[in-house]
DNA sequence: GCGATTATTTGGAATTGTTCCAATTCCAAG
DNA sequence: CTTGGAATTGGAACAATTCCAAATAATCGC
């Protein structure tokens, strides 16, 4: 009945941990899937409180630790600057442009993620890599 | 004179950057070549401390800085966890065993290393990428 | 060598991002 | 209802790091 999908995306995923989708989580995760742009923590506390003004801080990194644990939401570490967070679940690499400091997805196709785990010896299994690259862009996406 | 050459290519790159080579800098570098299991800074402030017992937290911190700004050390973040410092210089990946948290260099071929590059679309210009896998490691080394 | 200048180190305070905690508040089921 | 667990809240606590101002050390022009 509720016209936006990813509230119900939400609801079952939530579910299937055994929790409950409460305005907080709805709106925190709803916030990441409007602005794709891997706001921080502290980012998302001042968009929700838009919607939510009495939401608290600790809140918000309660359901941005929720919705990872759910596998909705990616956590991005750059170096020792805020947890950044993303709706994205694509495999995708992140880019960093130094001078904006703003972080861009990159897709990666499974031919170069399966080349890069060949790299492993054996005795090493990887349940997940992380690709971050750092640079200039002049894109505009 | 000095029987350490590590030293001599410190005091060279030091100066390349117009820097001194202090005692504080070099027994910080030594410490790093001598255990190569990616100390935390707090790690190589109690090591440093055994032959320098008077250095401080914040020497360490800058000397360490200082190595890294040289090219001589890299820093190596996982997640939020303190930054971990590493003396090789060959381009390589790391390992993260969730396990026992220890750190694994992972060497990483110029061919993979130029596909990974491949994957980023025209007016991306990366300066770096880093690669971290994390996962279990049954491997000795 | 000798003072002037600059680099480096030092200890402690401050900062930052995040987590912890204890006290409510909110549901959901019996 | 009411009882129990889940979730939220505000503020204190924490950990890693950086900042700062004073002390120390090295280097340079003379």
Redesign the interface.
Known sequence: MNPILASDSLTQRLADSGLRATPQREVVYSVLLRKRDHPTAEEVFARVKAELPTISLATVYNCLETLVQCELVR?V?F??SP?RYCPNLRPH?H?HD?QTGRT?D????PA?LA??N??????????????????????T?
Chains 1, 2 share one sequence.
């Open positions: 956590a570490n170096e020792r947890t690499a880019f130094e861009y990159i897709d990666l196709p170069v080349e890069v060949q790299v492993l010896p054996a005795g090493f299994d990887a349940s997940s890599v992380e690709i971050t690259f750092r640079g200039q862009a002049r894109a996406s």
